[in-house]
């Protein structure tokens, strides 16, 4: 079997903390795509999803320390340089955030924006070429004529998600990370833009590494899942499987916080207790431990044992 | 609703709603009467007039057509002071808590902020801080903090807190969970349909997520464009859906 697309193993980040302190945020991730994958990291805000993403994109912010491997095509992008990375950002490795409306420029027709990346990487031998490009790109994301050549304020929502996905792919990227790419929109739309997403990823042979904090609308539209929590993997499986029989408590305990449609006004609710931690509370035990049902002494004192599916000491394999 | 043989006029009534922005019309022609303690879930997608509907059930803003009725009393038509009196009733919750919660505040002092309209004395609003920060699962030492120094889900306990502070008898929510991680959702769907069992509060609920309206709500209102496609009873709308938009949205989450 070939190498995959991209390989993480053992990443961590440390972050810089208040007085000096260094906050260990991300605790050891190991994760792969490959070409014509689809990967969805799940987790809530400050379980290391988004941490995950710039640490590949290499956009962590000043101070960070990163150790482990990280690798496109089986080349190191840990080691580097600004200048190595413009080559690369955008069109080997390209990203789609949560909020269009910022990651677009309001002053650009969105064609222009599209447009941008075709030239910067010499991707058409000229400026009509690139249009024309630029035009096929947006119409296969679902934008017409006149939307291509709007403004991104006069484009709803979902179609200025669908532009900012055209622009992503105009650099003809490998791999595309989206984080939190429906959040902003309304549940139709999120699961359009996620078919979408999928029609892409077969089409092109692309890698798709979704981010996302909504496991019951992901997980039936990627492949592979894992699920994180204060910067380790929890649980990890391919999606059918995961998702008929999640076996992590945590997983469980998320899966279960969903009410469901038809089951009534009065179903009972199963709220997760307690909070996230924040990175300052975070020790060498499992984190989920003090939210967790079945934890003992040993899960507060010692990293949680990983089985290949999931980190555990609690769970029998 | 089966309360029409009664004399007591519903805790809120929409009768023939409409609102027209410049030359825009953003909603059109809603009825619809709310018994206090029964709650309304508002189903559409962005641009539908969910939030024009809430805002105008709010009084803050005045509608092109129709009445809204607090308690049979028609909000646009009394007097200003009147209204001023009846504020402390209806009160409301935002998608974002920063909403209703001034950064530079200490949470205490935003969530009594709504207390001074009424003749209360400074210990008698103490108390009832303490009262509604427990009511919504915070410590009595959170009134001391800053917004930035609490979690989203916090904040919209917060949020929550300040529109209790004055016992209304209806909350108006914006689509109060959809800037939460699910499992805080979670919390915070409990928190509400708790408050609605002690308290017997009525919410009007503005909302794309469905299943959340079904835990919280006893009718369902669907909007399109600014119109009504479909109401009734929430297992009847959701259950048996007439309308092909309504089938659509229910689609999309299978």
Redesign the interface.
């Known amino acids: 079997m070939s190498a995959p697309l991209l390989e993480v193993r053992d990443l961590h980040v440390h972050l810089p903390g208040v007085g000096g302190a260094r906050l260990h945020a991300l605790r050891g991730i190991d994760l792969s795509v490959a070409r014509g994958e689809r990967l969805a990291l799940i987790g ?2 400050g379980s290391g999803k988004t941490l995950t993403a710039l640490a590949i994109m290499g956009l962590l912010p000043d101070g960070a320390t990163t150790t482990g491997h990280v690798a496109l095509d089986g080349r190191d992008l840990l080691t580097l340089d600004e200048d190595a990375w413009c080559g690369l950002r955008g069109r080997r490795v390209a990203m789609v955030f949560q909020e269009p409306l910022t990651a677009l420029n309001p002053l650009q027709r969105v064609l222009a924006q599209v447009m941008e990346p075709i030239r910067l990487h010499r991707l058409a031998a000229d400026r009509s070429q690139a249009r024309d490009r630029a035009m096929a790109l947006l119409a296969r994301v679902g934008l017409d004529d006149r939307q291509a050549r709007a403004y991104p304020h006069q484009l ?2 979902g179609q200025r998600q669908r532009a900012l996905i055209a622009m992503a792919l105009a650099g003809e990227p490998d791999l595309l990370i989206a984080d939190e790419p429906t959040t902003a929109l ?4 999120r ?1 359009q833009v996620l078919d979408l997403l999928g029609e892409l990823v077969a089409e092109r042979g692309m890698g798709l590494l979704l981010i996302s ?4 609308l992901t997980a039936r539209r990627v492949d592979r899942l894992q699920i994180l929590y204060g910067g380790r993997v929890m649980e990890q499986g391919d999606a059918p499987t995961l998702l008929a029989q999640p076996r992590h408590p945590y997983t469980q ?2 899966w279960a ?9 009065d ?1 009972p ?4 207790k307690g ?2 931690p924040a990175l300052t509370q975070l020790g060498e035990g499992c984190p989920f431990a003090p939210r967790c049902p079945l934890a003992t002494a040993r899960c507060v004192d010692q990293p949680p044992r990983f089985d290949g599916r999931i980190a555990c000491w609690e769970v029998s394999p | 609703m089966s309360d029409a043989s009664t004399a007591t006029p519903p805790l809120l009534e929409v009768s023939g709603l409409g609102q027209r922005y410049g030359g825009r019309t953003v909603l059109r022609d809603v009825h619809f009467r709310l018994p206090a303690g029964r709650s309304l879930g508002v189903i559409g997608e962005s641009g539908a007039g969910k939030s024009t509907l809430a805002r105008l059930v709010m009084a803050l803003e005045r509608p092109s057509h129709g009445q809204v009725r607090w308690s049979g009393r028609d909000v646009n038509a009394m007097p200003a002071r009147e209204r001023r009196a009846l504020r402390p009733h209806v009160q409301m919750v935002f998608q974002d808590p920063y909403g209703s919660l001034d950064p530079r505040w200490r949470v205490g002092r935003s969530i009594v902020e709504p207390l001074s309209a009424l003749p209360m004395t400074e210990s008698q609003r103490l108390a009832r801080l303490a009262e509604v920060l427990e009511a919504v699962g915070l410590e009595a030492d959170a009134a001391t903090r800053f917004p930035h120094q609490f979690s989203g889900g916090q904040r919209q306990r917060l949020a929550i807190a300040r529109a209790l502070a004055t016992r209304p008898r209806l909350i108006v929510a914006d689509e109060p969970l959809s800037a939460l991680d699910v499992s805080v959702q979670a919390q915070i769907l409990a928190l509400l349909r708790e408050l609605q069992h002690r308290e017997g509060i009525s919410l009007v609920i503005v909302s794309h997520d469905l299943a959340a309206v079904e835990v919280l709500c006893d009718e369902a209102l669907v909007l399109r464009g600014g119109e009504v496609v479909e109401q009734g009873a929430v297992e009847r709308v959701l259950g048996e859906p007439r309308h092909p938009y309504t089938r659509d949205l229910l689609a999309a989450l299978a």
């Open positions: 809530e805000s709803s929502g309304d549940a139709r739309l699961v904090h909504d496991l019951a305990a998320l916080a969903r009410p469901r449609l038809g089951a009534g006004r179903q609710l199963h709220p997760l909070n996230v």
